[in-house]
């Protein structure tokens, strides 16, 4: 009975939260700030990058497994791909993933920066931005996410001075 308790209380967790809170860690104002700094940073490399933001995860995924950390990554993965952050010319793409029922954070590149950045990179990077988010400071956790990950895009597809540079995805942060 307990594990069946505390599956029910987890997905109780996921569902209290809705839309609207993703709307009050990112409110208007913040969402549009975040939307310009991605545009800056895009300016200074050839990666694209996307933020989401999720309250809770779907009821199919909390039915699925025990496993929340392996749960929000597939998530994040599936959002990756729903978002088109997969699908850029230079496979250069990253998805910064917030699930606020966890205070889980996951960042997922395309193939063409992963290949370049090692697991122990990302995973510091996630470390350093845990503390902000689960302090509710979204805006300071989102713009180190962002500025670190731009710093590797910059590192690794620096934008050279005569290349055409389009932007791919939507600028602006996904607030489910």
Known sequence: WELVINKLLHIFKHRWLDESDSHRAVPQALADTLARRVAASERRHSGEVRICVEAGLPLSYLWRSTDIQQTTRERAVTMFGKLGVWDTANNNGVLIYLLLAEHAIEIVADRGLNDKVS??????????????????????????????????????????????????????????
């Open 119 to 176: 697991s122990s990179e990302w995973a510091a990077i996630v470390q350093r931005m845990a503390g902000a988010f689960q302090a509710r400071h979204y805006e300071a956790g989102l713009t180190q996410a962002l500025e670190e990950v731009s710093a590797l895009l910059v590192q690794h597809f620096p934008m050279q001075a005569d290349a055409a540079n389009p932007d791919e995805l939507n600028n602006r942060p996904v607030l489910r």
